[in-house]
């Protein structure tokens, strides 16, 4: 391979040599460059630069014919001020950044107007680059105050042992950060299901006492029912928590574990810094295990960032708190959303409770929003009916404006119709259907225990229902799933012999029947 010829380095001598040259001897360019060995270009610009600077002779003037100076004419533009070499102050500049509508042509601007004699916008823009790298190679990444709330789980767990039984439970650690400020919260629960997700994401919005643009969460089920690519499905739960506060939930991509950095820092730091402080410490509630987090979040939060040269709590008060969204008059209340039809007797069954609807909607399916103490059903996006939930099984709560006026409603079915079909078939069947709808607060609450009743002739036949009905009634448990159970197990067919008598022993203090005679 053919060696590359190294450019020959120009000397002090070199230049004195052209000038003496040019105007000594009288030499041109083309001539002074084939003696030196130089370029034509070369020779040119030194003779243009000692011309520009007052050397257009030979030999130079006296003061101005040593090295140093004759360097300093030649390679230096005369007149010009030295520069104002102060650095800017990077960390200010980085947490300015982050407030909304702050750019780093502003930031610029303003380090010039305080320092005219300063750096250029690209030395400017370079030297903060390269104090990004060195803080934080994931600071590029920058977030507007007030923009996100990135939350996770912590893959570590807390065990808290309960003091009733000794069971074990492992308690997983909730933890939510702001993206600006790094400003963070933690909170433990025993699950990660969807009222303890909820409460979480409730709890930090109170914590930060403000709302963000933005609630961005892992794919976990608690969150979303569908983790699509494109159009992930939130839980209907979740989406009604993001309407209350009027923000957006945007789940992360599946094993794209930096769509949400900041909180996979955070909950690095939870675990090392948190975490790991309480792991020679016995939690015997779940209220006690979250006391102890809160007091070493705060001390977290104060702590000062090495790189940063503030606490978060510091940048959270300058930059953050004031670009978020306040907080709502009422927290979010906790409600699960549940799909029902509505029976035959216009009532819906939840939770094994049974509700009712308007008639009108008998066969229609509505959603039911279900919360600690309410009941609301709707249908067509629009609420039909509201009840006070009640913890009674199979307990009814019927509105009387929901019944029908008359039950042509239900085709003509009345109770003395489902009697009389029940006595066709025997009299025990007549007598279980009529304490089945009797027994209800409103008789049609019964028709649907009723008809499942007679329904079960053609499965069994009319004996075996009229026996299984005689054993339910001699038992007292008039439902329609005890005499379903008496026929699927056979009991119908077993006689039930009478109890034996037993003698009773003989013995001198007892007393025979003609004692008192």
Not at 143 to 168: K, L, N, R, S, W
Not at 216 to 229: E, Y
Not at 259 to 284: H, M, T
Not at 441 to 462: K, T
Request: include cysteine.
């Amino acid at each position: 391979m053919p060696r590359h010829k190294q450019p020959r380095r120009m000397t002090v001598q070199d230049i004195r040599t052209i000038l003496r040259l040019k105007h000594e001897q009288g030499l041109s360019i083309r001539e002074i460059a084939l003696r030196l060995k130089l370029s034509k270009t070369t020779v040119a610009t030194y003779l243009f630069r000692a011309r520009e600077a007052g050397l257009d002779c030979w030999p130079l003037p006296r003061g101005r014919d040593d090295d140093t100076t004759l360097k300093t004419v030649l390679f230096q533009k005369v007149g010009r001020p030295p520069r104002d070499l102060t650095e800017p102050d990077w960390r200010k500049i980085s947490s300015e950044l982050k407030r909304k509508g702050v750019t780093l042509v502003l930031l610029w601007e303003e380090y010039r107007a305080a320092h005219p004699d300063g750096y250029g916008y690209t030395w400017f823009c370079t030297q903060f680059r390269a104090f990004e790298n060195r803080t934080s190679p994931r600071f590029r990444n920058r977030h507007e105050a007030g923009a996100v709330m990135q939350t996770d789980y912590a893959g570590h767990t807390v065990p808290v042992i309960d003091p009733a039984t000794g069971v074990i439970e492992q308690a997983q650690t909730f933890v939510a950060v702001l993206g600006a400020s790094n400003y963070t919260f933690a909170w433990a629960s025993l699950t990660q299901r969807l009222p303890d997700w909820i409460e979480a994401q409730v709890r930090a919005l109170e914590f930060f006492e403000g709302v963000p643009k933005a609630l961005v969460c892992d794919n976990l089920k608690a969150a979303v029912a569908r983790p699509l690519w494109f159009e992930p499905s939130l839980n209907k739960t979740f989406s009604a928590l993001a309407t209350h506060y009027d923000t957006t939930i945007l789940p992360t991509r599946p094993r794209k574990p930096r769509d949400k950095g900041k909180v996979e820092g955070a909950v690095l730091i939870v675990e090392r810094w948190i975490l790991a402080r309480l792991r020679n410490q016995q939690f015997f509630s779940i209220q006690a295990l979250n006391a102890a987090i809160a007091e070493l979040v705060t001390a977290l939060n104060a702590k000062i960032m090495r790189r940063v040269g503030q606490s978060r709590r510091d940048l959270y008060e300058q930059i953050e708190r004031p670009a978020l969204r306040a907080l709502p008059d009422q927290p979010f209340e906790y409600a699960e959303w549940k799909r029902a039809k509505v029976h035959p007797d216009y009532h819906i069954e939840v939770l094994h409770g049974f509700y009712s609807v308007p008639h009108r909607l008998i066969g229609r399916q509505v959603d039911v929003r279900l919360t600690h103490r309410m009941i609301e059903i709707f249908y067509n996006h629009e609420r039909v009916a509201v009840h006070n939930r009640r913890g009674q099984r199979g307990g009814h709560s019927t509105v009387r404006e929901h019944m029908p006026k008359s039950h042509q409603r239900y085709g003509g079915m009345t109770p003395e119709m489902l009697v009389s079909r029940g006595a066709r078939i025997g009299y025990h069947v007549a007598a279980l259907i009529e304490r089945l709808i009797r027994e209800r607060p409103h008789p049609e609450q019964g028709y649907r225990s009723a008809l499942g009743v007679l329904g079960l002739e053609r499965r069994f036949g009319r004996d075996r229902l009229e026996a299984a009905c005689e054993r339910a009634l001699t038992h007292n448990t008039v439902r329609y799933a005890s005499v379903q159970s008496i026929l699927i197990t056979g009991l119908d067919k077993a006689s039930e012999p009478p109890a034996p008598m037993t003698p009773a022993p003989r013995h001198d203090n007892i007393r025979g029947p003609g004692y008192y005679q």
